[in-house]
């Protein structure tokens, strides 16, 4: 049981994105009363699509943020000591989306990515995984980089403006198959790029340090959110379709986006894929999996004259000390 804090603490979220299925543990966990029995009371601040959670981090708009490891590593790099204390989701859910086009016409296979057209979100590392993924499938050559799409990178993609879209399968890919548009799917993590925690909760050492009971409740009443997700997809579909304003979802089909959305994702928010249970709580980093992506991005980062990564960031950049496990 989440221990309450005296008092009501006011907490302050970054998202990653518009609100979607990744984030619904927070709006279940508020909307159920679990913030509020820890002693907490929640404000998701606004995503504009600019300053984004790394930024609002460092100049202390936030107290908390949403990004992928990526984002931990290359922020670290850079002199942020943030952490990540919790993973919302266990598999990287991402995947490179192309136009599957009739007749078998179109990319096939990652290697074909090579000199096709993206848009990019501006992430360090986002492209150089692309040429990573084009090398691992027998390919050459990267991509050509197309004005960010911002919001509009899966219409793009609809209108032959680009070639390319990074996404989430329960999101945009849902998106597109409810909308009817015929999308071929390339599991980021299915083709030369180690497993990616995508995305991560995080928040600053210092507050680790000086609240450490705040960090411990606000994952805790989380985790109960999440927890509740997975067991109840449906119910917990209404509950975020009632907390969120209907203009922040797609215009068509938003309703059923987030129900369908929702129960592909639930085993994967309870560490469970094919009815195998996971001996870890929500919210855990596997040490191996965190090294090996560390590993990864480290190569990466030299290969491409990157800020190099710490050079203990194999193990370091995240805790379990939050969710249920003894180590930090």
């Known amino acids: 049981m989440t221990m309450a804090l005296s008092g009501i603490r006011a907490v302050r979220l970054a998202p990653d994105w518009l609100p979607n299925t990744n984030h619904a543990g927070f709006y279940v966990a508020d909307a159920l009363g679990y913030y509020h029995d820890a002693g907490l009371r929640l404000e998701i601040l606004p995503f504009d699509g600019e300053a984004m959670p790394n930024r609002k981090i460092a100049s202390g708009e936030t107290d908390f943020g949403l990004m992928p490891q990526q984002s931990i590593l290359s922020m670290r790099a850079r002199g942020v000591d943030v952490v990540s204390v919790a993973a919302l989701v266990q598999p990287n859910t991402t995947t490179i989306m192309v136009r599957d086009e009739s007749g078998g016409g179109g990319i096939q296979r990652p290697a074909e990515?090579?000199?096709?057209?993206?848009?990019a979100f501006g992430t360090d590392f986002?492209?150089?995984?692309?040429?990573?993924?084009?090398?691992?499938?027998?390919?050459?050559?990267?991509?050509?980089?197309?004005?960010?799409?911002?919001l509009d990178n899966l219409q793009a993609l609809y209108d032959g403006e680009?070639?390319?879209?990074?996404?989430?399968?329960?999101?945009?890919?849902?998106?597109?198959e409810l909308a009817g548009k015929r999308l071929r799917h390339f599991f980021v993590a299915e083709h030369g790029v180690p497993p990616e925690?995508?995305?991560?909760?995080?928040?600053t050492r210092e507050l680790i340090e000086r609240e450490p009971e705040t960090?411990?409740?606000?994952?805790?009443?989380?985790?109960?959110?999440y927890a509740?997700?997975?067991?109840?997809?449906?119910?917990?579909?209404?509950?975020?379709?009632?907390?969120?304003?209907?203009?922040?979802?797609?215009?068509?089909?938003?309703?059923?986006?987030?129900?369908?959305?929702?129960?592909?994702?639930?085993?994967?928010?309870?560490?469970?894929?094919?009815?195998?249970?996971?001996?870890?709580?929500?919210?855990?980093?596997?040490?191996?999996?965190?090294?090996?992506?560390?590993?990864?991005?480290?190569?990466?980062?030299?290969?491409?004259?990157?800020?190099?990564?710490?050079?203990?960031?194999?193990?370091?950049?995240y805790t379990n000390a939050f969710v249920g496990t003894p180590d930090a």
């Open 228 to 317: 509740y997700v997975a067991e109840h997809p449906a119910e917990a579909a209404e509950l975020l379709l009632r907390a969120i304003q209907p203009t922040m979802l797609p215009p068509a089909h938003g309703a059923e986006l987030v129900r369908r959305s929702l129960a592909w994702l639930a085993p994967r928010f309870a560490g469970t894929l094919a009815g195998t249970p996971s001996p870890h709580p929500w919210g855990y980093h596997d040490l191996q999996a965190w090294a090996a992506f560390a590993s990864f991005i480290r190569q990466l980062a030299g290969a491409h004259g990157l800020p190099p990564i710490e050079p203990d960031a194999e193990t370091r950049g």
């Open 162 to 176: 680009t070639d390319l879209a990074w996404g989430f399968y329960a999101w945009e890919g849902i998106q597109a």
């Open 215 to 225: 960090v411990r409740a606000f994952v805790g009443a989380t985790g109960r959110g």
């Open 113 to 119: 990515f090579a000199g096709r057209r993206y848009a």
């Open 126 to 150: 986002e492209v150089p995984m692309l040429e990573a993924m084009i090398r691992h499938g027998g390919g050459s050559g990267g991509v050509v980089q197309v004005p960010e799409g911002k």
């Open 197 to 203: 925690y995508f995305p991560l909760l995080f928040t």
